[in-house]
């Protein structure tokens, strides 16, 4: 019994380990790098959101291919040096069907031309927006597509992620930026995470 | 397993792309090969900054003749193309090697440059991703042409593979020689750069 208790705990690790990297920002970057956030709403996709992946465009790195991480749907990472990125492809594991685990992974492609953004100064927290799958297929044949959404607003989206980032370097500027936008006037419409 | 179902995969990716695509017009070495009331178009494109030689991830059996080949989609009438493009989108289309001049058999009668497209990367897991270059161009071919010189179509871009500028060059001189060489001067060669397009406004 105890060896296939020993077996769950390994499957859990391998399975969290195939999900992307850990939502606590880890690494104290605040003088090297910028935060980048966004999210996707996942409620109409056949998976949640488990991986989210980006492109260094500029300056030219030879593995050039990163992961952001993920939590309820957004994704986020603290590290980005000054330079030019795409986000390049998102995913997860099939959602369960009632009690079933899915053995599907879905990967969905974002357009190369269309999704290039630029950082220019460290220290600066970039919101790259909020996003939603959308299904326009029917039973036989899936197909999906991403449109911009309102909400979740960057300052709902940074008190989503703010909790992931206690005690690091970064969350009294992500809370500074929280200030920051709610003395813009922009307000929190009591939009919650799925 | 997985190899094996990787392998089918890339040669049904490889098979699919080629059987989608409307026929082109076909690249030719010899006059011989014009017949009446057809033209050989000559043209070159460009695209600045050139790409990089590992910038096209071609791993479907059979890609790889896709490298460094823009494809110059083409039509009788102007029309907007919606992307993703169809395979009746290619009907007519020239297969243009990237900064190199290309000789494209041709009917004698005008046409229109709607658009470009080139095959960034294409999975063995049945994924595809294109490029498309803006058009918006008419060549204009008069009856009785035997050979048309278009121009250069010049693609700038950015680091997001944004096209920034296009701009239609003379190289005019340079394709009469390769044209007198290949051809044994079986000309003449017209110049006809290609004029832009009247668009309505969106």
């Known amino acids: 019994m105890k060896r296939f208790a020993g077996l769950w705990v390994l499957m859990s690790v391998l399975l969290a380990g195939c999900g992307g990297i ?27 959101l488990d991986w989210f992946e980006y492109k260094q465009v500029l300056p030219p790195v030879k593995d050039s291919v990163f992961d952001f991480r993920t939590y309820k749907g957004a994704f986020y990472r603290e590290d980005f040096i000054p330079g030019s990125f795409e986000l390049v492809d998102f995913g997860g594991r099939g959602k369960p069907f009632l009690i079933f685990p899915s053995n599907d992974y879905y990967t969905f492609k974002l357009p190369v031309q269309e999704s290039g ?17 959308t299904s326009k297929g029917d039973f036989f044949v899936q197909n999906y597509d991403v449109e911009e959404i309102q909400h979740p607003n960057e300052l709902e989206l940074l008190q989503v992620i703010l909790p992931n980032a206690q005690g690091n ?8 930026r929280i200030a920051q936008l709610t003395a813009q006037g922009m307000t929190d419409s009591g939009w919650t995470p799925r | 397993m997985r ?23 076909p690249l030719i070495t010899n006059m011989g090969d014009v017949g009446p009331g057809e033209t050989v178009v000559v043209g070159k494109v460009k695209v600045t900054p050139p790409l990089a030689e590992d910038e096209q ?31 009746d989108d290619y009907k007519g289309h020239i297969e243009a090697p990237l900064g190199h ?9 005008s046409f229109y440059i709607l658009g470009g497209t080139l095959i960034l990367g294409v999975s063995n897991q049945w994924s595809q991703e294109d490029i498309y270059f803006p058009g918006g161009y008419k060549a204009v071919i ?12 010049h693609y700038y871009r950015n680091e997001f593979f944004q096209i920034t500028q296009v701009v239609i060059e003379d190289d005019y001189a340079e394709a009469e020689a390769l044209f007198s060489g290949r051809f044994g001067g079986q000309g003449p060669l017209r110049k006809s750069l290609l004029v832009p397009v009247e668009t309505p406004s969106p």
């Not at chain 1, 370097?169 to 500074?176: D, K």
């Not at chain 2, 991830?57 to 169809?86: M, V």
């Not at chain 2, 001049?101 to 009668?109: N, P």
Request: proline share 5%; with cysteine.
């Open chain 2, 142 to 153: 008069r009856p009785g042409d035997r050979a048309v010189y278009i121009g250069t179509i």
């Open chain 1, 117 to 133: 953004f630029r950082i220019h100064q460290t220290g600066r927290v970039y919101y790259v927006g909020s996003y939603k799958m």
């Open chain 2, 101 to 109: 001049t290309f000789f494209a058999l041709s009917d004698a009668q």
């Open chain 2, 57 to 87: 991830t071609l791993n479907a059996i059979g890609s790889e003749g896709y490298k460094n080949r823009l494809f110059l989609l083409t039509g009788d009438q102007w029309r907007d193309l919606q992307t993703p493009l169809s395979g």
């Open chain 2, 3 to 25: 190899k094996l179902l990787g392998f089918f995969g890339a040669l049904a990716m490889g098979a699919l792309l080629s059987s989608c695509m409307a026929a082109g017009r």
């Open chain 1, 169 to 176: 370097p970064w969350e009294p500027l992500i809370q500074q």
């Open chain 1, 22 to 48: 850990s939502p606590h920002l880890e690494d104290n970057t605040v003088s090297t790098g910028c935060f980048v956030f966004g999210y996707v709403d996942m409620g109409k996709a056949p998976c949640n």
